[in-house]
């Protein structure tokens, strides 16, 4: 006999351990079956399971187990990514923690090792969270973005890019950590609005000259006041930077400075002449209308600054300090520095700065505002846009392919509105930064002669022969992580090799992943796998929503709203984890998570087992030669029909990534239909005479039940499998569940059992309906009249009187001509039916609570409307909580229209 209750903690383990022993995850050996295939979005081999993850692995694993239930052979494709700068920062802090000397006191090869030491011991912890969440991926083929085979395929890709001329080295601005001193992409940066102020500085005109400028205006908004001026008033967030300005910008149609363009301004404290440009860079609207041009601190200021053919000036070092020394005579604007200055850091250097301004008297004013600060994610440390010699490629040669491929859908979006966000980048996609300044990481394959002669291969030995013999020194820096994780569909499947892997499974299925990496991998996959496979890396690719919290907002730390899917899986079980993340993928809609959804998903779990041992206890088992078309009995043959109502349904959602929906659909029939509904329609059939329909309804049942845990399966895979093999009887179900053949049901739709059954169940929920409207007393059994009820209707009364009377708590149910006086009455499917109410319930005393509960809720709907017609309240309240509002005025709504159909039933 089945167990009470199924127990999470002690199955799931064992479960897991059983697939994975039977070699479930791998592909099946079968050279002609049709092939479905995922990489997992590699996790930082530093992470730990958060709530994002478990979402974007729980919808690859939905998808992966159907797919794999149809018969294909399926591949899901583990790894982790080295994750550079928090790898690299993990050890660090940890060499500190143990007193030990810094990566730069140990060398380069000896903290490489301690690295590499580090992951084998405690890298990967989340790859075996990922198996607590019953993610089925192939763990025999688990790869890593640095082990021997991806590493080859990195320097091969670099090697060639650069020979092709698509991967070069030049000066640009990126932006940089000081603290790390390395390079960081933008997803390494976050940026903060933070306190700060608007400094409004005067660059004296170098010629001494003046000019009339407009500070009074009339009606008509033209100018009516004048004052002369020997200076352009500018303003920055940033003063330290002044002295790397190399230029003043203004509008091109600002008719103020009309007559300074070309002039040049005298640059305070740097003591240089620079010019005044007209660019429409320059916002004649946003404070004086004229922008100071800072080329080497500015990722704007650049691209004026190449417009423009400003110069860069540097001002700082690797730490954000202000020049002490010359390290690049092109650029370093050290001779614009006071010497009592240099080597301050920048923050100390914007002090001394605004002082000497002030001293000067060329301080305009100051303005306190909130401005947005770039800070780094590692380091927390404010970013800074930094002149440095990086490694580029040319992205914008690579990327018209892969904006083709989504043009003539090669590969889709999903939503397809992601689409826009994709090509929006691509079409305006800048160089990409692809070096960093660590150690940890793919060392870039170059090396430089005495004479800095640029020498690039992928081994030392032919770098060399390049040289002629030269002695050479390879380059010290290391590359992005993207670069290598940008060739996973591929290089994952043995690439550059050309494998049977990569054959029979690239291109993949479909990516899952989150918007905010479109960007940063989802376009790099698409431009390399297009390059060096000459085909999309996948067919599809959906793009989840957000995971926040009960109430709408956006988890974090600081707010004590986060929330650790292990702990529900601790608390819950996995599955029902599994089925609330899926249940609520609606597309493009973030999902509001609370431990009460959980809570109710895992009652929902809780429902099947109990459906299940009614099965066992009523010796409904799988018969091995039971055709379901062959069904006669009518209940047999409508739930039948739901069944294969609920399969497409499903199939469909899921075929669709409407994962959401398929979900949906998949606990409508087992919930509502099959637990509700079959289970107490078949129980007069069980427990009855008739043997032939008693086994008949044993065997549909066993069948349905068989068809509800194939659907459920990919959902919730545990509970599914255990009740599985604890079902089975005497039938050898050939296997475990999770490479079962997935539901194929055609022609079990029965059109007079549909609407016979579908009537049955409109009816009792009516009736359950008004008696719980109308106060009825549990207890209480009145008659129910069905009025004018015609020949077909009274045979179907008759047929179904027991199941009515037993379960919506009627004396009985028969045609009649009329409702008697003091009936309360419904309609279904156009037919009135009464019930006599004269002595079951206080008229008088029902009419006053129904008014008195309409009176309550109409103050809430008043009390709810004043409030959210109030514009203050929607501007500025939380959009949270502003939506909860929104949801109990419709609640309350919907609780007066149930409470006024309920008074007017009582006259």
Not at 141 to 169: C, P, W
Not at 318 to 343: F, H, N, Q, Y
Not at 645 to 653: L, M, N, R
Not at 725 to 740: F, M, P, Q, Y
Request: with cysteine; aromatic share 10%.
């Amino acid at each position: 006999m089945l167990d009470k209750t199924f127990d999470p903690k002690a199955a799931e383990p064992r479960l897991y351990a059983r697939w994975e022993d039977a070699g479930t995850f791998q592909p099946k050996d079968d050279p002609d079956a049709e092939t479905f295939s995922i990489v997992i979005p590699p996790p930082n081999v530093t992470g730990s399971l958060h709530i994002g993850h478990a979402l974007n692995n729980t919808l690859q694993d939905v998808l992966v187990r159907y797919h794999r239930m149809l018969g294909k052979a399926v591949l899901w494709q583990p790894g982790t990514d080295h994750a550079g700068i928090a790898t690299q920062m993990v050890v660090e802090r940890q060499l500190a923690a143990e007193g030990n000397i810094s990566r730069r006191d140990m060398g380069r090869e000896a903290f490489i090792e301690r690295v590499w030491a580090w992951k084998e011991e405690s890298g990967g912890t989340i790859l075996n969270q990922l198996r607590r969440l019953g993610a089925s991926c192939d763990w025999s083929r688990e790869r890593f973005t640095m082990d021997e085979g991806l590493s080859k395929a990195v320097l091969k890709v670099f090697v060639e890019l650069y020979n092709q001329g698509l991967i070069y080295r030049d000066k640009r601005l990126v932006n940089w950590d000081p603290h790390f001193q390395t390079a960081i992409s933008d997803l390494e940066v976050e940026n903060k609005e933070v306190d700060g102020h608007f400094w409004r500085f005067r660059y004296p005109l170098a010629d001494g000259s003046t000019y009339d400028f407009p500070i009074a205006f009339d009606e008509d908004g033209q100018p009516a006041e004048w004052e002369s001026r020997d200076y352009i008033v500018v303003a920055t967030t940033r003063p330290e930077t002044v002295l790397g300005d190399t230029g003043v910008a203004v509008h091109p149609d600002d008719e103020r400075y009309a007559g300074l363009v070309g002039k040049k301004v005298r640059l305070p404290i740097a003591d240089v002449e620079i010019p005044i440009v007209a660019d429409e860079h320059a916002d004649p609207e946003q404070g004086s209308g004229a922008v100071k041009i800072t080329p080497a601190h500015d990722f704007n200021d650049f691209m004026v600054g190449e417009r423009q053919g400003l110069p860069l000036v540097n001002i700082f070092d690797r730490e954000a300090r202000l020049l002490s020394e010359i390290a690049d005579e092109k650029v370093d604007g050290l001779e614009r520095i006071p010497e009592d200055w240099r080597g301050l850091d920048r923050f100390e250097a914007r002090e001394n700065l605004v002082a000497r301004m002030d001293e000067l008297g060329l301080l305009d004013g100051i303005e306190d505002r909130k401005v947005q600060q770039p800070f780094g994610d590692r380091s927390g440390v404010v970013v800074e846009p930094f002149l440095t010699d990086q490694w580029f490629v040319q992205a914008d040669v690579l990327a018209k392919e892969a904006i083709a491929a989504v043009e003539d859908g090669r590969t889709t979006f999903h939503p397809k509105n992601w689409e826009n966000t994709y090509f929006n980048w691509m079409r305006n996609i800048q160089p990409w930064c692809i070096s960093r300044q660590l150690w940890w990481g793919h060392r870039i394959p170059a090396w430089y002669d005495e004479d800095g002669n640029v020498y690039v291969a992928e081994r030392e030995e032919d770098a060399v022969a390049q040289a002629g013999g030269k002695p050479l020194t390879q380059d010290e820096d290391v590359l992005d992580t993207w670069f290598s994780s940008a060739l996973w569909p591929f290089s994952t499947l043995g690439w550059p090799e050309e494998t049977n892997e990569l054959k029979r499974f690239y291109p993949t299925s479909v990516l899952v992943t989150a918007f905010d990496i479109i960007f940063f991998w989802v376009a790099r996959m698409m431009m390399q796998g297009l390059h060096f496979r000459q085909e999309i890396p996948f067919h599809d690719v959906y793009i989840h929503a957000l995971v926040r919290d009960e109430h709408g907002a956006k988890m974090s730390k600081s707010k004590g709203n986060v929330i650790d899917p292990l702990e529900l899986v601790d608390e819950f079980g996995a599955d029902a984890v599994r089925f609330t993340l899926t249940a609520l993928a609606a597309q493009g809609r973030d999902i509001r998570m609370s431990k009460e959804r959980v809570e109710g998903y895992r009652n929902f779990g809780t429902k099947l087992w109990n459906a299940a041992r009614f099965c066992l206890m009523n010796d409904c088992l799988p018969e091995a030669n039971f055709d379901p078309k062959s069904a006669k009995q009518t209940v047999n043959q409508w739930v039948l029909g739901e069944a294969e109502t609920a399969a497409a349904a499903v199939a469909k959602g899921l075929e669709s990534y409407r994962f959401n929906e398929a979900a949906g659909a998949a606990y409508r029939f087992v919930w509502n239909v099959f637990c509700d509904w079959h289970l107490e329609f078949a129980k007069p059939l069980l427990s009855g005479d008739d043997e032939g329909a008693k086994a008949e309804t044993r065997a549909t049942t066993a069948y349905v039940l068989e068809v509800a845990l194939k659907l459920l399966h990919p959902f919730m895979p545990f509970v599914t499998e255990e009740l599985w093999e604890k079902t089975a009887g005497a039938r050898d179900r050939e296997g475990l569940l999770i490479v079962a053949d997935w539901p194929k049901l055609d022609g079990l739709g029965n059109p007079g059992a549909q609407a016979e059954m579908n009537w049955l169940v409109s009816l009792i929920t009516e009736i359950r309906k008004l008696r719980s409207e109308m106060n009825i007393p549990p207890n209480a059994k009145p008659n129910g009249l069905a009025i004018g009820a015609g020949t077909e209707l009274a045979a179907r009364l008759e047929r179904h009187a027991a199941l009515i009377c037993r379960l919506a708590r009627l004396e009985s149910v028969a045609p009649a001509k009329q409702a008697p006086e003091g009936s309360a009455q419904i309609i279904v499917e156009e037919i009135t039916y009464a019930l006599p109410l004269e002595g079951v319930i206080d008229f008088d005393a029902e009419r006053a609570r129904l008014d008195k509960e309409t009176a309550k809720v109409e103050g809430e709907i008043t009390r709810l409307e004043r409030k959210l017609g109030n514009e203050k309240f929607v501007a500025n309240a939380p959009d949270a909580v502003v939506a909860g509002e929104r949801a109990k005025l419709a609640e309350y709504a919907a609780q007066k229209d149930a409470l006024v159909a309920a008074r007017e039933r009582l006259g």
